[in-house]
């Protein structure tokens, strides 16, 4: 067992800090622009573990602990943000998603790098190279090749397979996202392994949804029913099925739904009109748009009442406008970096969700995340209006999303929640990534966030109480989200590193 | 005849100012974060007079002269920003709304006051704590009790009653809102009394725009009819009765109108159609949703043609998503924390509206009021549109409003306004509170604004000629709200406050 | 040939940088807060040439060489921004649109001017009084006389005609706005008096959109026929007369078409349709707006393909809620600064407009603009799902527009575009403007680049490498529009001013 790194123990810098203040790229206080920012990041967040609640990692890549190749492999593969920084920059679509050799792919990839400035990929790039490999140098297309061999070559020692990175970043819990009818045979390996990180499903339901293309809906509900046990003839065995699949879920750890939508669906449906579009889903007839809206808001309350009675959490996705360009979409299918924000109206119909839900006392916890950040204030005064002083910060407006995960995002995010709720209970960062490459984008939310509270304490805004703001800090770094997702088996932050691992391999 | 206090006079501290040039909480210097800022407050804006043209005080208490018995009477009675953070940090309604002892409802707050870092509550309290009472610790479960005894004593002294409150704060003139039918008896009680500050009445008919109930709407029909002295059986008597009320709100020296509103109303509407409708509702049946708009539309412009005869000032509050929680609604009513921000867009009905008014050349004076921040800029930039040059600033963007009322909130409005129109116009803030407590916001926004504008001054955005930015910082303190509104026998700032007082004496 | 002045030579301030770091109002450091900035701005910015890719200049009067009789006339004149300013400070239109002698227009001004601290135009009155004339004095009544005097002798002195300004700012290229039945005979005279300043036209076929006002429609395309020598009879006849139009501004040089729309139109209709439409519109009979949509949305696939075909650059200017006051529009006409920022979404129409040309191949290279800044974040994701690869910033977020050109608006796009896509691919700076007064606005610009990405190196955001900063610099102030709109003729920043010029002349 290799003892967990803090991530605040490699103090080596890109640059060295230089003269007057000045701060140099990438050095220990990256981002950190004050002392009392400084202060709180090293005391209060740095080696805080991690919860990382929401994500897209392959289970079967942990349970496996792969082991990867090149820098190629771990760091480009499935990466949609680099391939539309590539695209922007000129680049081929052979070096993005085609066929280049994986070290023509890289260099594209350097060669595009310089041209990132003031894009997080400048700062996830370097912060990643530093982390992982200890690479110093900024990439370009000069220092390429030196970057490759270095970065190889700690592939190549073993140390960061799927488990060696979950062990080394101090993450004591991870989240996927899973189908219903996934079997969640590779979530059962990792258990029974006793890997110490634990890794749990989470239940995302999306293609129960999509009744207008009936095909592929016919041919998921044969895979649902099946993994349920369930011969799904009526409506009331679909949502029979569903509930199953979610017990199963629940019995497997799991504590989330996940939902991803161009906005909430909140259209009456009665049972009736939600037989009637099953049947002819299931008959493999055309459905309407609206009545694909109804029996979408009639599934999503069942999602939202099951989630109720266990307890758990439903997290909402809001306002992506998916695959916006049809020829790429046709030529190389979903994730691959042709979406962007949507600009529809979201509170309307997101307030009378929650609403549907809590008039009979059944709106579970819930996670409400906007892509679009001109609905970052309105979606936190949404969660407010549905606080019922049941637990602290029962109603939570979820971090910086997708475009929005970078410093302006995450401050505007933490901002507007702080001035129209309580930070002080937020359950804080996810990476919401498909790479194991992007564990440090907690580090980088942790600066962010003691950059901003360490700011207010040095303009006044904040009492200068230590003890007081960086309770606030280190909750937010883990503690409210171990509470909050009350995950089974995972301990809390009292347990130091080594008890922690060797608990997890009792 | 107690001294007015100068609001800057105490320079006591909740934190001694450290070392470094950095600021302590609560300090003097609170919010002043440049020499050019501590100046342009000091000298410019400190001791403006205050005249708050909407507010939601009770005019009954100020007539009684309301005395408060202890500090939960005076600071969580009916402060809804309060109960929904109680509520997020997980507080049960009984503390809130509830019937709990004031003191427990005190120590639910106090225990909640913590977790409000960086909610503008925060500052809100301490502000507060201390203007009111002297009070220069931090709020929390160990100092609650020092504190309610505290303030508490300073109750029991008779200084801070609901007059002495407003004189205190150097409040020249308030105005409430207020019912058409209300009939403005305890307005009638203050000027007779001989009391300083000017209370003035608010004509606020939003409860004759609601033909959908039309049970509730039949039973305020009635007391509006007799209020007005008309025999309500046609649309033209209701208008009548409406215009008689409007005229009487005048002879009580109110000048404005309010509209809180989800979006500005401009649907065509015959006077033939909504005869038909209002026949329709005063008969009890069903008016649909489009009628009812075209009503609202409809009524909206005959009341902006009334301030416009008059020369009153029209404000629209619009976009608020109110009643968001239908089960906290059927159990608590109305204004008890359970709104949140709407997205409905609101530019193309707001333009539309105002120039229905103004083709006839009858758009009154008007303040634009927005909820949600993204309405920021366009309505700064729709006032431009109908600026006419008949005076300066006759279309106003009103100062950040209800969960924008914050530091942030308020610097937008401010840059929106600066960079769209013409900032030095500007008639100021604006408590819209319910609570005597809330007089220290004016402060909050001084502050506020000063620290803004003193920031360009040391950046060399804005000239280093202080007498030219300060008087800008002083008109918008006080100067061009006097003017634009033109309340009657409200003295100037120049009129000293000893003067003024005595004046109003006589 | 008068030599061409360096826009950095004149280190003249209005007023002297003050003690203690801080700086004054329109020193050399104006906007330049960190040394980091400063230096990027000297050595990278200020003196590069100008590539003006979209102004509302006079072609005629460039042609003409026309010399400015007062300081009303080159600066009053057309300029609706300074009457917004004027009609909010309470000034009567007869001193903006109407016949007051200059003199008196110009002292409405003056008086005006203290009252826009904060609004752009403060910094960009004293910035261009500075410019053009050697103004160091502040505007307002009491400097008014003498600075009138001052600039009157300037412009008396023949240095500063249309083209003599053209040759001060640097200019390289500029394009003018044009209606496609223009016969551009000013551009033709330009080109052939071998002026140094390239001048080209810009497609603006927005008439041929509006079909709804059949009278004006048919005007307009009886003027297109001509223009084109075309005989224009059925629908093909027209699509076929804007193409030879298209290929006539293309034989000038001409290599961008300019739309400005409320939104972009993408309602799918067929042939046949828009067949029909151009019929009934031709026959003067009414035609719905539904379908004057459709045909709107094919017309713009039409010019969209035609830039296409040609290599030519698409400018959308979208959002604007143009002539929103009814009664200043019947009496003063368009573009006298009676609009506003719409608040229409915008997002799905765009998308798929862009999608419809996309999936054959056909989108050109496209410079989105929003006027509403609440567009920034999704139109800098927009461009990243159709940039394709096949050259760099083929797609491209448009600098801040209209209300958006200041400080604050530059400094969001500028983010947005950092955030979400490629800052370094940005093609910057236009004026946008119908004044030849307006050129310092590429300093302005540069300034505050220079200012926000400075910072950023100080911060240790940015790597404290100069070369890599300065180079993206460079290329967003000239370069890479030069590269990327491939006008012709046009010289590299390689070439030394001096050559150029004589060039130009040969």
Known sequence: MEPRASRFEARD?????VGGGRMSFSDENFLLQSEAARHLYRKYAADEPILDFHSHLSAKEIAENRRFGNLAEIWLEGDHYKWRAMR????EEKYCTGNA????KFMAWARTVPHTLRNPLYHWTHLELLRYFGVTRLLDEKSADEIWNQANSKLASGEL???????????????????????LEYHKKIQASGFATRVFPTFRPDRALRVEDAAAFNEWTGKLGASANVDIARLSDFLDALAKRHQFFHSMGGRCSDHGLDRAYSEPCTDREA?????RARAGKEVTSDDATKFASYLMLHFGRLNAEKGWVMQLHLGAYRNANTRMYKALGRDVGFDCMGDTPQTTPLVRFLDMLDRDNRLPKTVLFNVNPVDNYAFATVIGSFQDGSIAGKMQFGTGWWFLDQKEGM???????????????FVGMVTDSR??????????FRRVLCNLVGADMDAGLLPDDEPLVGDMIRRIAFDNAYEYFGLPSVEGRAVAPAEHARARRM
Chains 1, 2, 3 share one sequence.
Not at 275 to 279: D, G, I, K, L, Q
Request: charged share 20%.
């Open 101 to 104: 050799p994986p070290f023509e």
């Open 13 to 17: 810098c890109i640059l060295k800090p």
């Open 435 to 444: 790479s194991f490459m992007s564990f440090p984008r907690h580090e980088y």
């Open 161 to 183: 397979t799927t488990q060696g990175i979950l062990r080394k970043f101090g993450v004591r819990a991870v989240c996927t996202t899973d189908d219903p009818a996934d079997s």
């Open 88 to 91: 922007s920059n000129g680049v």
């Open 275 to 279: 037989e009637a579009t099953f049947a």
């Open 411 to 425: 401050e505007w995010q933490i901002n507007a929640l702080s001035n129209c709720g309580l930070l002080s209970r």
